[in-house]
């Protein structure tokens, strides 16, 4: 199976803060990766595919980059909505396994 | 507009068999290329995948739980079903259903469905 860790694991910002959130992978997965985005009792919303790609009608303040083993999420002001926990998830291969989550809080 | 939502018991005892179903509009089983995927998140901890589901009605499941799932669709094709048996405490969890976009050489689930909570206990 494919591991994914992710850094850090909580981080505390501001608004208007950018936000770097960094998903390494155990083997290399190409660009099959995607980030996601959870508030608490909801679902997971779709931010990112293909390591890069913004998904459709996500604010352009989220980026994407990165192949191989290494991939970061950035945010690049954060704003209030964004307060959320962030998964990184790879579909190179199954099992499609999901990193263990970064919580971005209020500072 | 695909939505999809995830209908089975929200308690179920050890031992018993969870039946989820996923029910989903926007888009088709029977189309080529097209796959459902299952995700389990236990409360305050991480998303695990379980299985997928293809238009082919090829099958793939998370190797840890095997053994214990069943992934079936049904001849409308409109709706998934997941099948988990020999339930047990630690598989209390929020069960989602998603679909999984092919794109540009790609993939993720690009929609879910809200989930089901399912509470395993006597």
């Known amino acids: 199976d494919i591991q994914l860790t992710q850094s850090p694991s909580f981080l505390s910002a501001s608004v208007g803060d950018r936000v770097t959130i960094t998903c390494r992978a155990s083997q290399g997965i190409a660009g099959f990766l995607a980030w996601y985005q959870q508030k608490p009792g909801k679902a997971p919303t779709l931010l990112i595919y293909g390591a890069s790609t913004l998904q459709s009608g996500v604010p352009s303040r989220f980026s994407g980059s990165g192949s191989g083993t290494e991939f970061t999420l950035t945010i690049s002001s954060l704003q209030p909505e964004d307060f959320a926990t962030y998964w990184c998830q790879q579909l190179h291969s199954d099992p499609f396994t999901f990193g263990p989550g970064t919580k971005v809080d209020i500072k | 507009q695909i939505t999809l939502e995830e209908s089975g018991p929200t308690l179920v005892k050890p031992t018993q068999t969870l039946t989820l179903t996923c029910t989903f509009s926007?888009?088709?089983?029977?189309?080529?290329?097209?796959?459902v995927g299952w995700i389990r998140q236990p409360p305050g901890k991480a998303l695990e995948w379980l299985a997928m589901?293809?238009?082919?009605?090829?099958?793939r499941y998370n190797p840890s739980l095997e053994t214990r799932l069943t992934v079936t669709k049904d001849t409308s094709t409109t709706q998934a079903v997941l099948k988990m048996t020999n339930m047990d405490p630690a598989d209390t969890a929020t069960y989602y259903c998603?679909?999984?976009?092919?794109?540009?050489?790609?993939?993720?689930?690009?929609?879910w469905g809200p989930g089901i909570l399912v509470t395993v206990s006597s």
């Open positions: 589901i293809y238009w082919d009605d090829a099958k």
């Open positions: 926007g888009f088709s089983l029977a189309t080529s290329g097209v796959s």
């Open positions: 998603a679909h999984r976009l092919y794109h540009s050489g790609t993939y993720c689930f690009d929609y």
